[in-house]
C-alpha cells in the first residue's frame, strides 16, 4: 500500500544553517565597513581632551586679565564665574567635535552613520576621562579641607555639641572669632579687673563655661554659681556679677544662632548651586555628544575604487 506524501512538511529544512542573499564577499565587506577602529577613537579622545585644556587655558588667561587689583572695573565674582561657566560650555562643545571629526576621519569609513558612531564613541572615552580626572581632584581638595575645618574647630565642637558643631564648622569662615562662641567670653573674664590669682580665674571660667553649655534644666543655678566665681574672682558685687553673667550667656547665644544662620544659608545656597551646576552640566554634555556626532558624520571618506576600462563614480553610503 503506497504512502500519501508528507505535506506538513515545509519545503525547506529548518535545520539547515540559515542561509544570506549576500555573497561571503559582501559579508565580509559589511562586516569591515560596520567595524569599530578603536585607534582613531583614542586619537580623536585625546585631541578631544588636549583641545579642552587649550581652550580653558585661553578663557583663563582671557578671565585674569579682565581683572583690576586696583578694584576699577573689575567684573564681580559672580561675572566671572558666569563667564567661566559658559566658556567652559562652549569650549567642551569645540573640543568634543574636533575630537569626533578626527575619530571618523581616521577611521577610514566611507559611511558617514559610521563615522558619526566613531565621534560620539570618542566623545564618551574623554568625558570618562575627565569625569575621573575632576572626581580626583575634587576628591582630594575636599578631603584636605574637611581635615583642616575639622582640627581648627574642635574646640568649638566640644562646647556646642553635634548640631552646633556643623553650623560652626560651615560658619566659621565667614564669622571672625567665631570658631569657639566661648573664646570671647573667656577672655573677657579672664581680663577682669580683679587682682585675685589664676585658680579664682579659672574657677569662673569653668563655671561660666557651665552655665552656657550645661543642661538647660540647670541652667539657673549654674549661672548662680558662675556669678558667686565671677564676683570672687573679680572683686565685684554679686549683683554686677549676675549682670555680666546674664549677658555672657545672651552673648553665647547670639553666636551659636548667628552660627546656625549662617550655616543654613551656605547650606541653601550649596544645594541651588549644586542643582544648576548639574542642570548645566547635563546640558553641556549633551550639546558636546551631538557636536562629535555631527562632526564625525561630517569626516566620512570618499571610498578609493580603481577599475580599468570603466568609469566608475562613486557615491558615499549613507
Known sequence: MALSPDTTRAVYDRDLPTTSLASPAEDLRTIALHSISWGAVF?????????QVILNMVGLGIGLSTVDPAGNGTPTA??????AGIWFVISGILASAAGGWL????????????TAYHGLIAWAVSTLV????????????VSGASSAVSSTLGSASNLIGGSVKTAAQAAAPS????DNPFSNIESAVRNGTG???????????????????????????????AAQALAKAQNIPVEQARTQVAQYVQQFNDATSKAKDQAKQAADTAARVGSQGALYGALALIL????????????AVDPVVSRTGVTATTQRRV
Open 288 to 299: 558636546g555628544a551631538l557636536a562629535a556626532f555631527f562632526a564625525g558624520r561630517g569626516a
Open 43 to 51: 586619537a580623536g579622545a585625546v585631541i578631544a581632551l588636549v583641545a
Open 78 to 83: 559672580g561675572s566671572l564665574s558666569s563667564g
Open 103 to 114: 575619530a571618523g576621519r581616521l577611521s577610514g569609513k566611507p559611511a558617514n552613520t559610521i
Open 195 to 225: 587682682n585675685d590669682p589664676d585658680a579664682l580665674k579659672n574657677a569662673a571660667v569653668s563655671a561660666m563655661r557651665a552655665a552656657v553649655t550645661g543642661d538647660a534644666a540647670q541652667q539657673k543655678d549654674a549661672q548662680e554659681k
Open 175 to 178: 564669622l571672625p572669632g567665631m
Open 130 to 141: 575627565v569625569v575621573y580626572l575632576l572626581s580626583s581632584a575634587v576628591g582630594g581638595v
